[in-house]
């Protein structure tokens, strides 16, 4: 069932003041080699089983400026979600760990694993549900995504990633290390390889594969656009897509954007943002709905069988 006003008003969610902060957890929640800083969002009024929403930001942010640049507390106060706003360690540049060998593998450890041990401690302690678990972010936050979404298909139902790199494509020796190669966009794979890198982060793990959206402008002069190219070949792969379009729609949701719907479930899309640089506008409503997150009652993202 979709959201429908009097529902919500009917079980509360909807008005009145809302007392709820960003709050950092300080508390023991798991395994976090890094030491990734713990910051959520939890409104007032919550869903029951409330999905959540892991948002890390982007280089030279963090937290809080992640939580006040979009929509998204708002909307968690609206519809009853959590929301994880993971901090870097790095306090050099505060990009997040896209790189070593540990992150980009299923509890290995790295930042990845603090993250997704958040994610654990928040379905116990809300009793959140494991089938609703999403992640966004631009830049550094679409390389964790994507991170996130290889490694982790097990704990995420979905992602959306703006502006990042294909999952695997900064791997280097070490934590944290910026792939020159990859930002230019002279890191390419066939689509088999890709797919290969992200099944070998969790090898033997046959389950379900998170839905995936990306989007990239076409000018970006810091994650170079090839990596959307590369990102496309590499979620069709990994979820056994061809990779011809199914639709393609001129215009969406922008103008000069094009939207490209992939396989037979549509379980992956990628917009090209035309003319766009770095600086891409963030589309919440889009994510919002790619996710289900407006949906509070009956079978909300009942795309898949996923969870944690
Ligand atoms: C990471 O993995 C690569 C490839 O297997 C290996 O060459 C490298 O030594 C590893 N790095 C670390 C720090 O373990
Ligand atoms: C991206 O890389 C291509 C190929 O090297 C280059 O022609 C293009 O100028 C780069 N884009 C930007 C915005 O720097
Ligand atoms: C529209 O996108 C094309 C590339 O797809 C770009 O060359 C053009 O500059 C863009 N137009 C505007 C107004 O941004």
Not at 193 to 212: D, F, I, Q
């Amino acid at each position: 069932m979709r959201w429908a006003p009097w529902s919500l008003l009917a079980t509360g969610i909807v008005g009145g003041a809302n007392a709820a902060a960003l709050t950092k957890v300080t508390e023991n929640f798991g395994a976090n080699p890094r030491n990734v800083g713990f910051y959520i969002y939890v409104p007032d009024k919550l869903a029951a089983n409330p999905p959540i929403l892991v948002n890390p930001h982007w280089c030279h942010g963090d937290a809080q400026a992640c939580y006040a640049g979009s929509q998204y507390a708002t909307m968690a106060s609206k519809y009853g979600f959590i929301v994880i706003y993971p901090d870097s360690p790095n306090t050099a540049d505060k990009c997040w760990d896209v790189s070593s060998n540990a992150t980009l593998a299923h509890n290995a450890g790295g930042d990845s694993l603090g993250i997704v041990n958040m994610v654990r401690w928040t379905l116990n302690k809300y009793k959140g549900d494991p089938k609703r678990v999403f992640v966004t972010g631009v830049s550094s936050g679409a390389m964790m995504t994507s991170t996130l979404i290889g490694a982790y298909p097990d704990v995420f139902a979905a992602g959306s990633a703006f502006a990042g790199v294909p999952f695997g494509c900064f791997a280097g020796n070490g934590y944290g290390v910026w792939s020159d190669a990859c930002a230019t966009g002279k890191i390419t794979h066939t689509p088999a390889e890709w797919a290969a890198l992200v099944k070998a982060a969790y090898p033997g793990y046959s389950g379900w594969r998170p839905k995936m959206q990306i989007f990239h402008g076409t000018v970006d002069e810091t994650l170079n656009y090839t990596n959307f190219g590369e990102e496309v070949k590499e979620w069709n792969a990994v979820l056994g897509y061809s990779q011809a379009p199914t639709v393609t729609t001129a215009n969406t949701p922008v103008s000069n954007w094009t939207k490209y719907t992939y396989g037979n479930k549509d379980w992956f899309e990628a917009y090209s943002a035309g003319g766009v640089s770095h600086n891409i506008q963030n589309q919440e409503a889009v994510v919002m709905s790619w996710f289900d997150l407006t949906c509070t009652s009956g079978s909300c993202f009942s795309w898949g069988t996923g969870g944690a």
